[in-house]
Each structure stands twice: as structure tokens, then as C-alpha cells.
């Protein structure tokens, strides 16, 4: 493999071992949600027996590249037999919790709902990890040997009131993350047998706030091999948000939206109207259904734009130097089968680094803008909805 080794620990963080023979490794870094992670080895190497479902890796010596492993398959391949390793990144771990609302004697005022008052992003995601993974009030609820990173001295990422409930922890946190402009991750301290929960802020690189710091990937800078582009409109520029009662008495507000989910000062009338409706459930002040209806309406009906594209390993701009995930570059494409070129300042929201044994420095394919929506996304969105 490509400049790196993988290190093997157990569920309880103690060294197990190294692999060395690994044919490929694949970790999918993502801003807002999980990632993926997988290995492929020969089935015949002694060293695979260590890569049990539960245990945790970590690509060299890198903190923010460990994963759980969740599942392992073997298969024929070349007259032999084939051990291919799947996982998470730790921040994975986060998807076995839910958002359980406080009962009415831990918050009487709560209503079913854990709620926060408008607070910064950063403060949103560190609320919900610490009350259903850190400290939660169930101590079986508890991930070992999780903590939250100390907290920086100004609390990062846009303002907002947020509420959950009966909700997976990941969903709500790529939530909060896609409002307020966040990400995060879970790093493995594997010295002091820890794992470190940050948020995660990109630098914008495109010039734009006066910045003399410009990120350019096209194909002028040669930096910029096979590409993907999708776009699609969203789910409605229209929204009847439905709060609380029922038939006639029903609380519903108008809430009108540009093609990215934000909020629209003027209507929308005529065939560019489209409409659609949207329950917030037994909320009843207008300023909570404007707010959850606005929240919903981002994070699952916003025109998707997102661009696919592998990057040439010796461009001008170096990857983890120059650039990283999170951080907001410039794209810039002819696309002839559009008739366009297509200009982007866009959030890098996933970095894939593939490695293989051919002595080659990674492989890295990014993700600018959205990323297309998965079926379990598309699936809970829908859900959400109901």
C-alpha cells in the first residue's frame, strides 16, 4: 500500500497490531455525515484474523483516519480467497444513538422535545453528543472513552434555536451541520486511549471575503481529471408548514424559498410556483414553525448541485496543505454537453483517499457542493416529512 500502514486496536482501545499487506484501502472522509471505510487483503495472510467486526483501525499515523469495523465478507479471487473489511469512520459510533426527548420530571418545560435556545452550531452539536453519548443521563447510553474536545474561546458556526426527538444522533448533527456551515469528526487518541469529538470549520478559499488564500480546481490548473455533475431542482419553492390542532383549527404558515432552501422575502405566483406541504408537528407560535419549517426545508428540499471529480496528484494545490475537507473552493468547468461552464464556490463536503499497492501516492477523489442524496437519506427525508 501507497506510504501507510494500518493499525489494528480493540473495542477498548488497547494495540493489537499492524497490517502491512493490505491490497487497497478506500477511507471516505464526509464534513456532514459518516463516511465509509474498506479494506481489501488476501484471505491467506495470518495478520487479517485481527480485523473483527467491532474493532478499530486507523490509517498510519493519522488521528482523524480511524473507522469500526461492521462487517467483513470473503470471496474467490485469483485462485485464492479474499477478505474485504467494511466500516465507519468513528464518528459512525454516533449513528448507534438516538435523540431521546427529556421525560417531564429531568425538564417539565421540554414538552417531549430536547430543545436548545438559539445558540451557535457549535454549541448545538456539542449539546446533543454530551446528552446521548457523553453524559447522558442513562449511563448505558454511554460511549466509552468518548470526550469532547476543550472548547474553543468564541463558539463557532451560524446561530439557531434547534429541537429534536426519536431522531438518530448523525441525522440530527449532518442537520445542524448543513444549517450552520459546521462539520465534524471523531479522532482517535490512541496515546491516551481517547476519542476526541471536533467540530470542524472550512476556510473559505475563493477570494471572495478579500482573502488572498484562492483555491482553483479546473482543468487550466491541471488539476482536475474524471469528472461527475448533477443538479436537480428541490422539492418546492412553497411550503404550508403544519403545526399544531387538527382540521380547521390547524396551525399552518406560508413559507416561501429560493432554489437553495433559504429563506425568500417574496412569494412566488404563476407556473413558477411550486408547492408542497410540510408537518413541524404540535408546534403552535409562528416563529417555531417558521424556524423548523426553514430547518426541515434545507436540510431535505434544497436544489441539489454537486459536482464529482478526481484530482491529479501533482496540481498546484496539495491536499491537507493547501486545501481540506470542509474548506470552500473554486470550481470552474466547460461542460459542453451542458453548453455552459459551470462556476462553483463550493464546500469540499467529502475527500475519498484510495490507497493500493503500486508504491503510488494516494488516490483522491472530492466532492464539491451537496453530493448526491442517498437511497437512506432520500428514504428518511421522506419520513421526516410525514
Same mark, same amino acid.
Given at each position: 500500500?501507497?506510504?501507510?500502514?494500518?493499525?489494528?486496536?480493540?473495542?477498548?482501545?488497547?494495540?493489537?497490531?499492524?497490517?502491512?499487506?493490505?491490497?487497497?484501502?478506500?477511507?471516505?472522509?464526509?464534513?456532514?455525515?459518516?463516511?465509509?471505510?474498506?479494506?481489501?487483503?488476501?484471505?491467506?495472510?495470518?495478520?487479517?484474523?485481527?480485523?473483527?467486526?467491532?474493532?478499530?483501525?486507523?490509517?498510519?499515523?493519522?488521528?482523524?483516519?480511524?473507522?469500526?469495523?461492521?462487517?467483513?465478507?470473503?470471496?474467490?479471487?485469483?485462485?485464492?480467497?479474499?477478505?474485504?473489511?467494511?466500516?465507519?469512520?468513528?464518528?459512525?459510533?454516533?449513528?448507534?444513538?438516538?435523540?431521546?426527548?427529556?421525560?417531564?420530571?429531568?425538564?417539565?418545560?421540554?414538552?417531549?422535545?430536547?430543545?436548545?435556545?438559539?445558540?451557535?452550531?457549535?454549541?448545538?452539536?456539542?449539546?446533543?453528543?454530551?446528552?446521548?453519548?457523553?453524559?447522558?443521563?442513562?449511563?448505558?447510553?454511554?460511549?466509552?472513552?468518548?470526550?469532547?474536545?476543550?472548547?474553543?474561546?468564541?463558539?463557532?458556526?451560524?446561530?439557531?434555536?434547534?429541537?429534536?426527538?426519536?431522531?438518530?444522533?448523525?441525522?440530527?448533527?449532518?442537520?445542524?451541520?448543513?444549517?450552520?456551515?459546521?462539520?465534524?469528526?471523531?479522532?482517535?487518541?490512541?496515546?491516551?486511549?481517547?476519542?476526541?469529538?471536533?467540530?470542524?470549520?472550512?476556510?473559505?478559499?475563493?477570494?471572495?471575503?478579500?482573502?488572498?488564500?484562492?483555491?482553483?480546481?479546473?482543468?487550466?490548473?491541471?488539476?482536475?481529471?474524471?469528472?461527475?455533475?448533477?443538479?436537480?431542482?428541490?422539492?418546492?419553492?412553497?411550503?404550508?408548514?403544519?403545526?399544531?390542532?387538527?382540521?380547521?383549527?390547524?396551525?399552518?404558515?406560508?413559507?416561501?424559498?429560493?432554489?437553495?432552501?433559504?429563506?425568500?422575502?417574496?412569494?412566488?405566483?404563476?407556473?413558477? @410556483?411550486? &408547492?408542497?406541504?410540510?408537518?413541524? *408537528?404540535?408546534? =403552535? /407560535?409562528?416563529?417555531? %414553525? !417558521?424556524?423548523?419549517?426553514?430547518?426541515?426545508?434545507?436540510?431535505?428540499?434544497?436544489?441539489?448541485?454537486?459536482?464529482?471529480?478526481?484530482?491529479?496528484?501533482?496540481?498546484?494545490?496539495?491536499?491537507?496543505?493547501?486545501?481540506?475537507?470542509?474548506?470552500?473552493?473554486?470550481?470552474?468547468?466547460?461542460?459542453?454537453?451542458?453548453?455552459?461552464?459551470?462556476?462553483?464556490?463550493?464546500?469540499?463536503?467529502?475527500?475519498?483517499?484510495?490507497?493500493?499497492?503500486?508504491?503510488?501516492?494516494? @488516490?483522491? &477523489?472530492?466532492?464539491?457542493?451537496? *453530493?448526491?442524496? =442517498? /437511497?437512506?437519506?432520500? %428514504? !428518511?427525508?421522506?419520513?421526516?416529512?410525514?
Amino acid at each position: 500500500m501507497a506510504k501507510t500502514d494500518l493499525w489494528v486496536y480493540s473495542g477498548e482501545l488497547e494495540p493489537l497490531g499492524l497490517i502491512c499487506s493490505a491490497q487497497s484501502v478506500i477511507f471516505r472522509r464526509s464534513f456532514c455525515d459518516v463516511g465509509e471505510f474498506q479494506l481489501t487483503m488476501s484471505a491467506q495472510r495470518s495478520e487479517g484474523a485481527a480485523l473483527q467486526r467491532g474493532r478499530i483501525v486507523r490509517v498510519g499515523g493519522r488521528a482523524e483516519l480511524g473507522a469500526v469495523i461492521t462487517g467483513r465478507k470473503l470471496s474467490a479471487a485469483r485462485g485464492g480467497m479474499e477478505l474485504t473489511v467494511t466500516g465507519v469512520p468513528l464518528k459512525g459510533l454516533l449513528s448507534r444513538r438516538a435523540v431521546v426527548p427529556p421525560t417531564a420530571s429531568e425538564d417539565p418545560a421540554a414538552y417531549g422535545w430536547d430543545r436548545i435556545a438559539q445558540a451557535p452550531g457549535e454549541t448545538l452539536l456539542r449539546h446533543y453528543v454530551t446528552r446521548h453519548a457523553v453524559s447522558p443521563s442513562d449511563s448505558a447510553r454511554r460511549i466509552p472513552f468518548l470526550e469532547l474536545e476543550k472548547a474553543p474561546s468564541a463558539l463557532r458556526g451560524a446561530s439557531a434555536p434547534w429541537q429534536a426527538r426519536w431522531t438518530a444522533l448523525t441525522e440530527e448533527l449532518r442537520d445542524i451541520c448543513q444549517w450552520t456551515g459546521l462539520g465534524y469528526n471523531v479522532d482517535l487518541d490512541a496515546k491516551n486511549r481517547k476519542l476526541i469529538f471536533r467540530t470542524l470549520q472550512g476556510r473559505d478559499l475563493t477570494g471572495r471575503d478579500g482573502g488572498l488564500t484562492r483555491v482553483t480546481f479546473s482543468p487550466e490548473f491541471h488539476n482536475v481529471t474524471s469528472v461527475s455533475y448533477e443538479e436537480e431542482d428541490g422539492a418546492g419553492n412553497t411550503v404550508y408548514a403544519l403545526g399544531a390542532g387538527e382540521d380547521e383549527a390547524q396551525a399552518v404558515r406560508v413559507l416561501y424559498t429560493t432554489g437553495e432552501g433559504e429563506k425568500s422575502q417574496t412569494g412566488h405566483s404563476g407556473g413558477s @410556483r411550486s &408547492e408542497r406541504t410540510l408537518s413541524v *408537528g404540535n408546534l =403552535s /407560535l409562528p416563529d417555531e %414553525i !417558521d424556524t423548523e419549517g426553514y430547518h426541515r426545508i434545507k436540510s431535505s428540499a434544497r436544489r441539489l448541485r454537486s459536482l464529482t471529480a478526481s484530482l491529479h496528484p501533482n496540481g498546484p494545490f496539495a491536499y491537507r496543505k493547501d486545501w481540506d475537507l470542509g474548506d470552500v473552493v473554486t470550481v470552474r468547468l466547460f461542460l459542453p454537453a451542458l453548453g455552459e461552464t459551470v462556476v462553483m464556490h463550493a464546500p469540499i463536503t467529502q475527500v475519498t483517499e484510495v490507497y493500493e499497492r503500486d508504491g503510488m501516492s494516494p @488516490r483522491i &477523489e472530492v466532492v464539491f457542493g451537496d *453530493g448526491p442524496v =442517498s /437511497l437512506a437519506q432520500a %428514504i !428518511d427525508n421522506r419520513v421526516r416529512r410525514i
